[in-house]
């Protein structure tokens, strides 16, 4: 059997967040993502498509870096206004019946008790199409909003986020027995409160006593995503992930990227394929391969330079408007997010001016672009999936929705006809549609089924 590929849309409750500045676009429909119909259109978009999952990227703060300011962000719209990523997911669910979603959620600034009971419930409520994209918060301004005088460091943003997950994985997992609800009307017994334990966690950084304040759902634990790019945060999502989310200029740097987090995985003592890889692309689909070149074309005039300039400054915590554009980016150590940082100043295969890296990263975030017709974009997935090791893709879009829908509608088609995806869902959980019917828990072998006994 042929290497199965899976898909996730990749998107913002934002006007355009990750092409800068396309908005203004014709074809696109970002201003309306304060609409409850823009998502749910979304979301059966996606469904036709038979996409695992819509995966929702966030920040709490505004790319202030440049220029020392929030005003370029805001006259922009650089992922300003931002709206909650949690919140249209009831209404996505409600539309579809097999689609999952994948919230960004801040383990630096979230509180574990309070955010177990949120995806607990919305776990429920999907049917167990829940997943959590799991993020160490790298903006100076989400600091100082919520509390803190700057930015935690680096490693102890981790440190605190393995806490954050050690904390949950209790609640989850352990808190309540799988027999615990009963339903018994005869004895006036909801459930028996000898199945739900305490789980008594104190530590650095949290005290929870428990118990969890909801009863399983069907996952029991959501879905893990991560996206971390340093040592530490591949460590991390080699630890914890069930699935990661790259960004990656060439065919190569995947190649290493998987190489290098599937030994890190076993080094946790995990199967390799425990976690699967999903690189991020921006397919620009044209009915001949001019066609989609004048298209990419036409889309990078419409990009924001200034508002690409913020978005990367926030990204690499540099304020670029010290910089002469004709400068080269050069490798240096950032805590922001470093992945960003390095796809310009370690790329082996070209030095990058700023103009250069403003340019490319006004589309897409920067990441790779697979452009031409429907065929030759499924060739390149195939031969990223194949030769790159990656188990999926996340689909970037240049105008929302419609990037998804020419995607479904024509490339969609042709990996269906190749046998390298699906023509219908296996299962209703979103565990089971990436790793297969039965498996809508976490396996033996993931830390979460690791955390001791609990006291009654």
Do not use: C
Request: hydrophobic content about 35%; cysteine-free; charged content about 25%.
């Amino acid at each position: 059997m042929k290497k199965q590929i899976h898909l996730n849309g990749f998107i913002q409750n934002s006007p355009s967040p990750h092409s800068t500045g396309l908005w203004k676009y014709e074809k696109d429909q970002g201003i309306h993502h304060n609409q409850l119909s823009y998502w749910t259109e979304t979301a059966k978009i996606l469904e036709r498509g038979k996409f695992d999952a819509l995966f929702i990227a966030d920040v709490l703060g505004t790319y202030s870096v440049y220029k020392n300011s929030h005003k370029p962000a805001a006259q922009h719209a650089v992922q300003l206004p931002a709206h909650d990523p949690l919140i249209p997911i009831s209404a996505m669910a409600a539309v579809t019946e097999h689609l999952g979603f994948a919230p960004t959620i801040s383990a630096t600034y979230a509180q574990p008790y309070a955010l177990a009971r949120q995806l607990s419930t919305l776990d429920h409520l999907t049917e167990g199409r829940v997943a959590w994209n799991v993020v160490t918060s790298y903006l100076e301004s989400e600091a100082v909003n919520l509390g803190l005088s700057g930015r935690l460091q680096h490693d102890l943003r981790y440190d605190r986020a393995d806490e954050f997950l050690e904390v949950v994985y209790k609640l989850w997992e352990h808190s309540w027995d799988d027999h615990a609800v009963i339903h018994d009307k005869e004895k006036d017994s909801f459930a028996d409160p000898d199945k739900v334990d305490l789980i008594h966690h104190q530590g650095r950084f949290f005290d929870v006593p428990g118990p969890h304040l909801v009863e399983p759902s069907p996952q029991r634990t959501p879905v893990l995503f991560q996206a971390g790019a340093s040592p530490r945060g591949r460590n991390f999502a080699a630890k914890h992930a069930e699935a990661v989310f790259t960004k990656n200029h060439s065919l190569d740097a995947l190649r290493q990227y998987s190489a290098d987090l599937r030994d890190r995985t076993e080094e946790q003592g995990r199967e390799p394929g425990n976690v699967l890889i999903f690189p991020m692309i921006l397919p620009i689909i044209g009915s001949t391969e001019e066609a989609a070149y004048a298209k990419y074309e036409e889309l990078t005039n419409q990009v924001s330079y200034e508002g690409t300039l913020s978005l990367l400054s926030g990204h690499t915590g540099i304020d670029f408007s010290t910089y002469d554009p004709d400068q080269y980016i050069e490798d240096m150590e950032t805590e922001a997010v470093q992945g960003n940082l390095d796809m310009y100043a370690k790329d082996p295969n070209k030095k990058w001016t700023l103009r250069e890296a403003v340019k490319n990263h006004g589309l897409g975030n920067g990441t790779v672009r697979f452009i031409g017709t429907p065929e030759q974009i499924a060739d390149k997935i195939e031969e990223w999936a194949i030769q790159g090791d990656a188990d999926g893709f996340n689909i970037a879009q240049t105008y929302s929705p419609g990037t998804f829908r020419e995607f479904v509608d024509y490339v969609v088609p042709e990996l269906q006809k190749r046998g390298i995806y699906r023509k219908e869902y296996e299962a209703k959980t979103l565990r089971e549609n990436m790793f297969g019917k039965g498996n809508a828990h976490l396996p033996d072998n993931h830390p979460a089924k690791k955390s001791g006994v609990l006291s009654k």
